[in-house]
Each structure stands twice: as C-alpha cells, then as structure tokens.
C-alpha cells in the first residue's frame, strides 16, 4: 500500500542517480531523503519552471562531462597498468583485484580524477594476467585500459631454506648419552 512519487532530481549522485533524471520513488525515501537534502523535487504543475532549470542544469552537467571524459581518454586510453600481488599455485592470487583498486592505481599513477563508479568491471580479477577493463565517465565516450596482474617474486631464501626439526626430550637424551 505504499505510494510512489514522480520525482526529478536536481543533483548527481553516483552509483544511484543523475542530475535531470525523472524516476519514480518511494514517497516515504522522497520526503525523509530526497527532498531534506535537496537531491529532488516533485514532479508537478507548480515546479515547472524549476524543472526546467534542472534540466538546463543537467546539459550543461552533461557537456562538462563529456569535455572531462574526452580530456581524460586522451591520457589513459590504452593504458596498461601494472600490479603485483602475492599468488599461490602460481596464477590464483590471495584476494583480489576490485574496481576500487584500479581507481587507486589509475588516480596514482597517470594523475587522473576517476570514481570507483566509472570502472566496468563484471567481477573482481582473481588469477594473474592481462585484463581489458572499460572506464565509462559519459555513456557517449568509451576508454578501455589494459591492467597487467603479475605474480610476486617469491624468494629464493625461503624455498631453498631447510626446515628445522624440533627434537623431542626423549630423542635429546639418547643424543646426549651416546
């Protein structure tokens, strides 16, 4: 028995909404959330001309997007960038590789601005190798990286280390009499 509201919503939010979207919501989320925070109106006769200024608002949103996505496929479309984690046998890596950590290494790396949002990634990367990851700032510009999953060097001390036996008290005291 729960009513929706039409709402429009005059900010962006990644992950859950965009400026200028029109969606249909629960009334009790619009009047507790969306309309305290200013996030949404309603859409009514009364709010027509603030609609259209939210829609003006989301062009021009949308345009600054844009120019942003294009600026930022100039510096990383195809890309590869590299990461190393610790494996076992030889390709399973401990953990994994998650859309946040591409973000980190790309923010850190080739000094751009991108969102954990962005990153299209269909399940974190748990094996070694080389993996084409799209970044979708704007739904209109397509960049694809390539992140490169290498193995840990594993030393040679530790594999050519031998083991040290532990002697119990009985073995110690037959070594010590004889």
């Given at each position: 028995?729960?009513?929706?509201?039409?709402?429009?919503?005059?900010?962006?939010?990644?992950?859950?909404?965009?400026?200028?979207?029109?969606?249909?919501?629960?009334?009790?989320?619009?009047?507790?959330?969306?309309?305290?925070?200013?996030?949404?109106?309603?859409?009514?006769?009364?709010?027509?001309?603030?609609?259209?200024?939210?829609?003006?608002?989301?062009?021009?949103?949308?345009?600054?997007?844009?120019?942003?996505?294009?600026?930022?496929?100039s510096k990383i479309d195809g890309q590869t960038i590299t990461t190393v984690h610790k494996v076992h046998d030889?390709?399973?890596?401990?953990?994994?590789?998650?859309?946040?950590?591409?973000?980190?290494?790309?923010?850190?790396?080739?000094?751009?601005?991108?969102?954990?949002?962005?990153?299209?990634?269909?399940?974190?990367?748990?094996?070694?190798?080389?993996?084409?990851?799209?970044?979708?700032?704007?739904?209109?510009?397509?960049?694809?990286?390539?992140?490169?999953?290498?193995?840990?060097?594993?030393?040679?001390?530790?594999?050519?280390?031998?083991?040290?036996?532990?002697?119990?008290?009985?073995?110690?005291?037959?070594?010590?009499?004889?």
């Open positions: 028995m729960s009513k929706d509201v039409e709402v429009i919503f005059s900010e962006e939010k990644k992950g859950q909404f965009k400026i200028g979207q029109r969606k249909k919501v629960k009334l009790g989320y619009a009047q507790n959330y969306l309309f305290p925070q200013k996030l949404a109106i309603m859409v009514s006769h009364e709010n027509e001309d603030y609609i259209q200024t939210v829609q003006t608002k989301a062009a021009a949103h949308n345009e600054h997007l844009k120019k942003n996505a294009q600026d930022i496929k030889d390709i399973k890596l401990y953990g994994s590789v998650s859309a946040q950590d591409i973000v980190q290494m790309l923010n850190d790396t080739l000094n751009v601005t991108v969102d954990r949002y962005d990153i299209r990634l269909p399940q974190p990367i748990k094996t070694v190798g080389v993996y084409t990851v799209n970044v979708v700032i704007h739904e209109e510009i397509e960049i694809t990286i390539n992140v490169d999953v290498q193995a840990e060097a594993v030393k040679e001390d530790n594999k050519n280390k031998k083991k040290k036996t532990t002697r119990n008290k009985k073995d110690q005291d037959k070594q010590e009499k004889s």
